[in-house]
Protein backbone atom coordinates (compact mmCIF):
# COMPACT_ATOMS: atom_id res chain seq x y z
CA UNK A 1 0.00 0.00 0.00
CA UNK A 2 3.08 2.22 0.84
CA UNK A 3 4.57 1.88 -2.68
CA UNK A 4 1.12 2.40 -4.30
CA UNK A 5 0.84 5.76 -2.91
CA UNK A 6 3.93 6.56 -3.73
CA UNK A 7 3.24 5.79 -7.44
CA UNK A 8 -0.36 7.23 -7.50
CA UNK A 9 1.62 10.06 -6.42
CA UNK A 10 4.63 10.45 -9.26
CA UNK A 11 1.58 9.60 -11.69
CA UNK A 12 0.22 12.73 -10.40
CA UNK A 13 2.88 14.84 -10.88
CA UNK A 14 3.74 13.57 -14.28
CA UNK A 15 0.20 14.39 -15.54
CA UNK A 16 0.27 17.73 -13.69
CA UNK A 17 3.45 18.52 -15.27
CA UNK A 18 2.27 17.52 -18.95
CA UNK A 19 -1.37 19.34 -18.24
CA UNK A 20 0.77 22.56 -17.37
CA UNK A 21 3.70 22.95 -20.16
CA UNK A 22 1.90 21.71 -23.05
CA UNK A 23 4.45 20.90 -26.45
CA UNK A 24 2.75 23.64 -28.31
CA UNK A 25 1.45 26.39 -27.32
CA UNK A 26 -0.70 28.61 -29.49
CA UNK A 27 -0.16 31.88 -27.88
CA UNK A 28 -0.19 35.79 -29.27
CA UNK A 29 1.33 38.70 -27.49
CA UNK A 30 0.57 41.91 -29.42
CA UNK A 31 2.71 45.11 -28.92
CA UNK A 32 0.87 46.59 -25.81
CA UNK A 33 0.98 43.24 -23.47
CA UNK A 34 4.48 44.74 -22.07
CA UNK A 35 3.45 48.37 -21.51
CA UNK A 36 0.31 47.12 -19.63
CA UNK A 37 2.80 44.79 -17.75
CA UNK A 38 4.57 47.96 -16.45
CA UNK A 39 1.22 49.94 -15.50
CA UNK A 40 0.36 46.77 -13.38
CA UNK A 41 3.02 46.70 -11.76
CA UNK A 42 3.62 50.25 -11.29
CA UNK A 43 -0.40 50.52 -10.17
CA UNK A 44 0.52 47.70 -7.36
CA UNK A 45 3.40 49.99 -6.23
CA UNK A 46 1.46 53.11 -5.87
CA UNK A 47 -1.56 51.27 -4.17
CA UNK A 48 0.97 50.07 -1.75
CA UNK A 49 3.12 53.10 -0.99
CA UNK A 50 -0.23 54.93 -0.53
CA UNK A 51 -1.78 52.01 2.07
CA UNK A 52 1.11 52.38 3.80
CA UNK A 53 0.65 56.37 3.87
CA UNK A 54 -3.03 55.87 5.69
CA UNK A 55 -1.74 52.92 7.89
CA UNK A 56 2.00 54.19 8.80
CA UNK A 57 0.54 55.55 12.36
CA UNK A 58 -0.91 52.22 13.21
CA UNK A 59 1.94 50.14 11.48
CA UNK A 60 4.88 52.42 13.95
CA UNK A 61 2.36 52.34 16.82
CA UNK A 62 2.23 48.45 16.57
CA UNK A 63 5.87 48.03 16.69
CA UNK A 64 6.17 50.36 19.92
CA UNK A 65 3.72 48.84 21.84
CA UNK A 66 5.62 45.46 21.25
CA UNK A 67 8.51 46.83 22.51
CA UNK A 68 7.40 48.72 25.19
CA UNK A 69 5.66 45.20 26.27
CA UNK A 70 8.50 43.49 25.56
CA UNK A 71 10.38 45.75 28.21
CA UNK A 72 7.49 45.73 31.08
CA UNK A 73 7.69 42.04 30.91
CA UNK A 74 11.19 42.20 31.14
CA UNK A 75 11.38 44.26 33.92
CA UNK A 76 9.03 42.19 35.36
CA UNK A 77 11.29 38.84 35.50
CA UNK A 78 14.67 40.80 36.54
CA UNK A 79 12.38 42.10 39.56
CA UNK A 80 10.51 38.79 40.48
Known amino acids: MKYFKKFLMVISVIILFYLIFPNKLYAYLDAGTGSYIIQIVIAVLAGG ?32
Open 49 to 80: LVAMKFYWRRIIGFFRNSRAKGKKIRKKHEKG
